[in-house]
Structure formats: structure tokens, C-alpha cells
């Protein structure tokens, strides 16, 4: 159901309010980078620091500015499966086109009680949902199996697979024979993600690059491998300085550095370090990026 380069959106932040101007111009460059769909409200917006309110009230300007020219997947998952229903029903109800449900962290559920999490969610409301696999935030991962039971839900459609290991992901494929969507959630292994038979991505560096991740993307649906490789390998260095320090953090600065949104940033997140800053101002200069430090 979901195909393409959707945007983990950042959230932008004001005098320790979400800046609602900064999200506008935000959502605003990356429809005109030709994207396929926006996900605010997931990590890279730092829905772990959003209080309900402003977590509601972002997934509702985002719905507003957006206004049905792409899909909205809003991020309402958490470690309590019963808050994950309340703010799932609530992007429903508010007019979302599907959900981002992270694993359960911190409490780190087996994989019995992960598929009792989805599988309780999914009977809960009537959206498309996107699984989240990213263990090396979570503590917990979910292992191919739980997803081809999972898959067996008709309200579960997809899954962000943020582990950057192809096997994995093959195996996924193999697993659910196509039942869901597979999305990466890896930026740098984006091309060997579509080579295996994924279908999209959800992405952090399309906060500032989406024309690039975009034209990877078309030119591999093309079948101009040439001219993906080429667009995977102009990425490359930037995908990497992008995670030189914790996800949001180095895309923030960049996104304040290019005029988009202040570089605020909500604790126990920090301000991009300096050793950081000038490599990653040089790398986007040397993609065509506008820098101004």
C-alpha cells in the first residue's frame, strides 16, 4: 500500500514550543522534492519528548498543510499498548492515511507478547498500519516470524526495517510472500534495500535531500541502475554524517543550516557538536545543498 520515499519529518521547535511557521515550510520543500508521503511524530520528530498535546497537534498541522496531496502516516506507537490505541484512534479520527507503531521499548516484550501488542492495536482500529523495527533504539527485536504472523492481519500493511541487514530483510520477503509492504529505515542501504525486492523507504535525509532520494528511487523504478548507483553513491557521505551523532540531531542542524526550521532541540537531545558541524556543512554543499553554517 505504501510505495516510495516517505520523510520522517523533524518536528521544529520555538522557545520550547512546536514552531507551527518552521513544520509549514518544512512540509511545504519536501512535497516539492516530489516525496511520496510524510511521518511526523516517529523518532526523528522526538515524539519521545512530545507531550500528548503537541503530539496530536503536529499529526493535525501536518494533516491540515498537507491537505490529501500525499499520504500521512502519523507515528503513534509507544511502550504501553494501550496509550499506542489511544493516539492510533486518534490520527484515525483526526484523517491519517495509516499509523507508524514503533516496538515497545524500554520494556522489552518477547516476541509473543510484541505480536500480542500489534495484534491488540490492529483489532483496536480501522487504519492501515506500519510496523517499526529498529532495535538498536528499542532493546527489542522482531524477528522475521513475528512478522509473517503479524502480515496475517488485514490492518497491518507494511513494515520499516531499520536494521540495514539485507538477509534479514530477504528473509521478511520470504516470510510474509507478500503481504506486506517492505520499507527501509536504513537511509545509506536504500538501493541494496530496492535490489532485494523492498518497495520504499522511511527517511531522515529527505528532511533535506529529498530530489535526491527521490530521483534514486525513480531512477531504480526506471530500471536506469546506472543512475541509481550513481544517486546512492552522491549520498553516501551525507546518509553517514547524518549519524554522526544521535538521529535527530545531526539532521536539525542541517535542516537550521539551510534556512528550514531553528536548530532547537528538546533535552536529553544536544546541540550538533562543532567537531561535527563543518564536515556535514561541506557535504552538503558538495550535494548541492544550501549551508549557511
Known amino acids: 500500500m505504501f510505495k516510495g520515499v516517505f520523510t520522517a519529518l523533524i518536528t521544529p521547535f520555538k522557545n520550547g514550543q512546536v514552531d507551527d511557521d518552521a513544520l509549514g515550510r518544512l512540509i ?15 523518532t526523528t520528530g522526538e515524539s519521545a519528548t512530545l507531550s500528548h498535546a503537541e503530539h496530536r497537534h503536529v499529526i493535525e498541522i501536518c494533516l491540515r498543510l498537507v491537505d490529501g496531496r500525499v499520504p500521512v502516516i502519523a507515528g503513534t506507537g509507544s511502550n504501553s499498548t494501550a496509550e499506542t490505541i489511544e493516539l492510533t484512534r486518534f490520527a484515525q479520527q483526526a484523517g491519517a492515511t495509516g499509523a507508524l507503531l514503533i516496538t515497545p521499548y524500554y520494556n522489552k516484550p518477547t516476541q509473543e507478547g ?3 501488542h500489534y495484534q ?3 483489532d483496536a482500529v480501522d487504519l492501515p498500519l506500519v510496523l517499526y523495527n529498529v532495535p538498536s533504539r528499542t532493546g527489542v527485536d522482531m ?13 497491518i500493511v507494511a513494515i520499516k526495517e531499520a536494521t540495514a541487514n539485507m538477509e534479514r530483510a530477504s528473509i521478511i520477503l520470504q516470510r510474509c510472500a507478500g503481504r506486506i509492504t517492505l520499507l527501509s529505515g536504513d537511509d545509506a542501504t536504500f538501493l541494496p534495500f530496492l535490489a532485494i525486492g523492498g518497495e520504499g523507504v522511511i527517511s531522515v535525509s529527505t528532511n533535506i535531500a529529498p530530489d535526491q532520494m527521490v530521483a534514486l528511487w525513480r531512477h531504480f523504478c526506471e530500471g536506469d541502475m546506472v543512475a541509481s548507483r550513481r544517486s546512492h553513491a552522491q549520498l553516501l557521505e551525507i546518509n553517514r554524517l547524518l549519524f554522526c551523532e ?3 540531531i545531526p539532521v536539525k542542524a542541517a535542516a537550521a543550516m539551510m534556512g528550514l526550521c531553528g536548530p532547537e532541540i528538546r533535552l536529553p537531545l544536544t546541540p550538533l557538536a562543532d567537531s561535527c558541524r563543518e564536515p556535514l556543512r561541506q557535504a552538503m554543499l558538495r550535494i548541492g545543498l544550501s549551508a549557511a553554517g
Do not use: M, Y
Open 28 to 42: 511545504e520543500f519536501q512535497i516539492q522534492g516530489g516525496i511520496s508521503g510524510l511521518v511526523p511524530c516517529g
Open 114 to 116: 510484541l505480536f500480542r
Open 120 to 122: 491488540t492495536v490492529a
Open 143 to 155: 524477528l522475521p516470524d513475528t512478522v509473517a504472523r503479524l502480515a496475517e492481519h488485514e490492518h
Open 246 to 248: 544521535t538521529n535527530p
